[in-house]
C-alpha cells in the first residue's frame, strides 16, 4: 500500500494495529497538539531539543489539513490511535479526535524512529530484540512549563553492526537521527531494562550484543506527565503519521 | 583573536567594520528581535523557512543573555551594528541596542552564511566575485503578518570548484547548507546582476565562472520591509554575531 491508501485504511478503520515497520520507507511521525495558547512554549521547546522533537511541520491554528508532509491530510482522522492527556493523566485512546479538535488547536508533527527500521534492515541492521522504550535522566532544556526528561528508543546489534547502523540513522536528523547513546543504559538512567515504557516488552538481549539509544518523539507525553500540562493530544506510541515522503527525500547525503 | 576576544572587542567599541571573513571558522549569527507578541509567528516562519532561517537559539522574553551559542554572551552590545525597523523602514543603524531592548523582547539568531566562507577558502573554492546579496522571486512560506521573498548570497567559482563547494556547504545544514540554486540568475528572479542589496558591490564575474547562490538570513530583512512589520531589530548585514561554537560542531558528518 502506498502512504495514501494506509491513511485511507486508518482513516475508515479498517486497519489493525500499529504502523511500526509496516509504512515501508516512508517518513512517518508523531503527533502533539496543544491549544495556541501553550504552543509557543512548545514550539520552543521542539527548538531546543530537536533530537527528541525534530518539527517537520506546524498547523495554523484551528487547521487540522497539513501542506507540506502530507497535503490535504486530515490529522484528526489518519492515525490509528491517539492518546488524550488532561492534568499529566492519560484518561482515553480514541481513534479519531474531532471531538477534541478545536478552533485553537494547534498540531506538531515531529520526525518519528519508526521512520528508519526499514532502512535499517535494508542495510542488515534488524535489532535482535525489537524496539524498546525506556525513560532516561537525560535533561532536555526546558521551555516555559515544558520541562522533563528525554525518552529514548532501544534496539541491540551485534558488534559489527553498531557503526553501520550509526551511520545509516545519522543521514536522518529528521527523525532522530545518531544514536544519542550507544553502550551501558546505566549511563543514561536505564538501570533495570524490564522497566520499559510506551507499552513495550522487556527484552532479552543476546550475549554480547550492543544496546543503542535514540532520542524519540514520546518524550512529550512524558514532559505532560511530569509537568501535568492541563490539555494534551499525542498519538499512541507505535502509531504513527504515515506521510507521503520517503526517508530518502530527507536524508543528508 | 577567539570568539570572546571578538566579542569584547565588539562590546568595547574597537571592533572596526564588518565580521565577514574575520572570524576564522566560528560560526556566525544573523540576529532578529521581536517583541513577544510577534515572536510566536516568527518561531513558525523559521521553521516553515529553514534554508533562510535555520533557528540556532531563541531567547526566554526579556532575557537578553544567550546559554547554547556562546553562554553569557549579551546580544544587546555583542554585535557591531544593529539595523532598528519601524513600519518596514530602516529608520537608524547603531553599535547597540540597549535602549531598544525591552522585557518582552526575544532574540532568535539565525545561521550565517558568514559561516562557511573559511571553509570554503581551505577548500579551495573561494568566490571570484566576493559575496553579493540578491532579492529573489523564490516565496517563504509565510506564517501569520510574515511573507516575503528569499534574499541570497551569491557567490562565483570556476566549473571545476562547483561540485566541491556544494559538498563543503551541504555539511552546514544550520548555516543554510548547500546551495539553492547554481547557473542563470534570472531563473530566481535576478535579472540584473548590478541590482544588488544589503549594502554590497555589483560583481563582475569572470569569463565561464558559475553563480551559486545560498539562502540568507537577511531574509527577515526584506520581510520586515515587505510587510512593514511595526518592531524589529536585526543585525546590520555584514555584522555577524560570533559564538563559541566551530563550524565542525554543527556539521553534519
Keep these: 500500500m502506498n502512504s495514501k491508501e494506509i491513511r ?58 497539513l501542506s507540506k508532509l502530507a497535503p490535504g491530510a486530515d490529522i484528526r482522522y489518519e492515525i490509528g490511535s491517539y492518546a488524550i492527556w488532561r492534568k499529566g493523566e492519560l484518561v482515553e485512546e480514541v481513534p479519531d479526535i474531532e471531538q477534541y479538535w478545536k478552533e485553537d488547536s494547534v498540531g506538531f508533527m515531529l520526525g518519528s524512529s519508526l521512520t528508519f527500521s526499514q532502512a535499517l534492515k535494508e542495510a542488515g541492521c534488524e535489532s535482535s530484540t525489537g524496539i524498546t522504550l525506556y525513560n532516561t535522566n537525560i535533561a532536555c532544556a526546558p521551555s516555559g512549563p515544558f520541562s522533563g526528561h528525554m525518552v529514548v528508543t532501544m534496539q541491540t546489534l551485534p558488534p559489527e553492526k553498531v557503526a553501520r547502523a550509526v551511520q545509516v540513522t545519522g543521514r536522518f536528523q529528521a527523525t532522530h537521527g545518531a544514536p544519542i547513546h550507544i553502550g551501558d543504559p546505566a549511563a543514561i538512567g536505564i538501570t533495570d531494562l524490564s522497566k520499559t515504557t510506551g507499552n513495550t516488552s522487556a527484552p532479552s538481549i543476546p550475549q554480547g550484543h550492543v544496546p543503542l539509544f535514540w532520542a524519540c518523539s514520546v518524550t512529550p507525553q512524558i514532559i505532560a506527565q511530569e509537568t501535568k500540562i492541563d490539555f494534551m493530544i499525542t498519538h499512541s506510541s507505535g502509531h504513527g503519521f504515515v506521510t507521503d515522503l520517503m526517508d530518502y527525500d530527507i536524508a543528508e547525503p
Tied chains: 1, 2.
Excluded at 485511507?8 to 511500526?20: A, C, D, L, N
Excluded at 509496516?22 to 517518513?27: I, L, P, Q, T
Aim: net charge positive; charged share 20%.
Design 8 to 65: 485511507e485504511s486508518i482513516h475508515s478503520g479498517k486497519w489493525e494495529g500499529m504502523t511500526v515497520g509496516r509504512a515501508g520507507r516512508y517518513v512517518q511521525t508523531g503527533l502533539v497538539i496543544l491549544p495556541k495558547s501553550s504552543a509557543y512554549d512548545f514550539l520552543v521547546f521542539c527548538q531546543r531539543n530537536p533530537k527528541p522533537c525534530p518539527l517537520l511541520e506546524i498547523t495554523d491554528p484551528g487547521c487540522s489539513i
